[in-house]
């Protein structure tokens, strides 16, 4: 009951300090305006406002603009970006399960063989290195070219290449963490490795595998609107995040759009503890670490 509490106090407290910072931060930009406060004397640089403050709204417009129209009648903010949030959410989906089942793949051939952990590892580990942002577009319209392939695979892929590090890395850690007296165990009585794997390993490995998951999901979420924002199309947050970006007037519209892909990745990250709890609950009776 008390743990409770303390979450649901800890839920308001965080958004209302952010509140309170962002509207103490425009209402300081905006009363300094680069100069002394009813005078044409310029402050000093350090602290000088933004000189660009209007193009902070309040937080309560920014709420408000999800109900306001946009684009004709009929349609409102809200109604858009809930459309561009399932086009999004489709290049996540795919990206998120290519990544988790490429990274198991990887991490599982590296525990059973120390020669490829010693020959890809560290490529593997060389590809998260290379500046993210450099190689998007590249991928995305490589992938793209491909006739046969839907023109959102190439987004698709960059999530996968997101998702798939954390997901070999902690793969290969949860399948080393089961017990080696019963490795030896089920080796004595002569069991395959494929059922060591399955009856041994794989289960030993379920909490490192999660932890995987929730890190893949968010980065998902990232390579997602990151490759929409590389090679824009007409659809997707990443796109409606370039096209609101691109004008000064739309300033609302970018910070609600901004509120919804941030709002994504949490509802991405709380699917996979809710689907961690109800493993552990089927398996334990208790409940697994949110």
Known sequence: MRSGVRRGLAAIALPTALVAGWEGYRALALALDNTWPGTDVALPVAVRGTGNAQQFPHT????????????????TLGAYLLGQVGFTLREVGVGFALGGLLG??????????????????????????????????????????????????GVAVLSTYLVFFPMTVNTLRGLRSASPQAEELLRSYRTSAWT?????????????????????????????????????????????????????????QLFATVLVAAALGIVSYLAVSAAERAVAWRFTGRRGAS
Not at 112 to 136: D, M
Not at 204 to 214: D, E, H, I, S
Not at 231 to 242: C, D, H, K, R, W
């Open 60 to 75: 309560w417009d920014v709420i408000m603009a999800f109900g306001r129209p946009y684009r004709g009648a009929g349609e």
């Open 104 to 153: 198991f793949a990887l991490g599982t051939l590296f525990a059973h063989s120390r020669l490829a952990e010693r020959s890809l590892l560290p490529y593997v580990v060389a590809s998260q290195t290379v500046p993210f942002i450099a190689f998007a577009p590249i991928v995305v319209l490589a992938v793209n070219s491909v006739d046969w392939l839907p023109r959102w695979w």
């Open 196 to 252: 060591r794997l399955w009856r041994l390993r794989v289960p030993a490995a379920v909490p490192y595998l999660f932890v995987g998951a929730k890190v893949g999901a968010t980065a998902a979420v990232v390579g997602a609107i990151v490759g929409e924002l590389s090679a824009p199309s007409s659809q997707g947050i990443g796109a409606a995040l370039f096209a609101f970006g691109r004008v000064s007037n739309q300033s609302v």
